[in-house]
């Protein structure tokens, strides 16, 4: 069922293909070498995304389009070249030293960046609480390939899918603190939703990347 699940998750985004990460390590933390032909099932999960490489070759002759679109968004991400997320940081640095913080870019670029640090962090709270190697390794691995292109576009949708980030909150014993995490993340949903629906995400935030 997990491989059934996986095939229609990898269809859809590379969260969903990557899920066959975490798999893998289940698969040999609990089995060992004793059924490595099981293993075989789990190649059921990247059929999906290989299915849909097929279809963009033989719709448009290139089965790696679905990757190599979003460079073409304006955007300053990289879809051919790998880019050292150390890099992206520098970048952003510069962006949040130069850019005025009066423009809804700095915002963007800030929003962005607190997300990128809250997955960070939240990686090492995992490690610290001893979590499954599996959801470490799978959150690292999403995190640090979005990361890996040049630019933290997009971030905050990319690691609210990542679900061992908010095993971190369960963490959290301390009642008031709860309260004023979901007090802050209601209005800063309401925000950007304000902003969505007025059309800022797809109209000024590649702005930012002709400034730099």
Same mark, same amino acid.
């Given at each position: ?6 095939? #229609? +998750?990898?269809? /859809?985004?590379?969260?969903? #293909? ?8 289940? %698969? !040999? ?11 075989? +099932?789990?190649? !059921?999960?990247?059929?999906? /995304? ?15 389009? $679905? ?16 880019? #050292? %997320? ?31 640090? !809250? ?22 691995? =999403?995190?640090?390939?979005? @990361?890996? /292109?040049?630019? $933290? /576009? ?8 990542? %679900?061992?980030?908010?095993?971190? %909150?369960?963490?959290?014993? =301390? ?8 007090? @802050? ?10 902003? !969505? ?16």
């Amino acid at each position: 069922m997990a491989t059934f699940l996986g095939f #229609f +998750a990898s269809l /859809t985004r590379i969260v969903g #293909f990557l899920i066959v990460v975490p798999l893998v390590i289940e %698969f !040999f933390s609990q089995h060992k070498i004793k059924k490595t032909h099981h293993l075989l +099932a789990l190649l !059921f999960v990247p059929l999906g /995304t290989l299915l849909y490489a097929i279809y963009n070759y033989m719709r448009w002759n290139n089965p790696l389009l $679905f990757i190599q679109a979003h460079s073409q968004l304006s955007n300053g991400r990289s879809s051919t070249s790998l880019v #050292f %997320f150390p890099q992206t940081l520098y970048r952003y640095f510069k962006m949040l030293t130069t850019v005025s913080v009066s423009l809804w870019e700095w915002k963007i670029a800030l929003l962005e960046v607190a997300c990128f640090s !809250f997955a960070v962090g939240g990686i090492y709270i995992l490690r610290k609480q001893k979590v499954r190697l599996s959801y470490i390794v799978y959150t690292l691995v =999403n995190l640090l390939i979005p @990361a890996s /292109t040049g630019t $933290f /576009t997009g971030l905050p949708r990319y690691i609210i899918v990542l %679900f061992p980030l908010f095993l971190v %909150f369960s963490s959290i014993k =301390n009642r008031v603190a709860l309260i004023s995490i979901l007090v @802050a993340s209601f209005i800063l949903q309401l925000i950007l939703f304000l902003y !969505f629906s007025r059309g800022y995400y797809v109209a000024q935030v590649p702005m930012l990347y002709c400034i730099v």
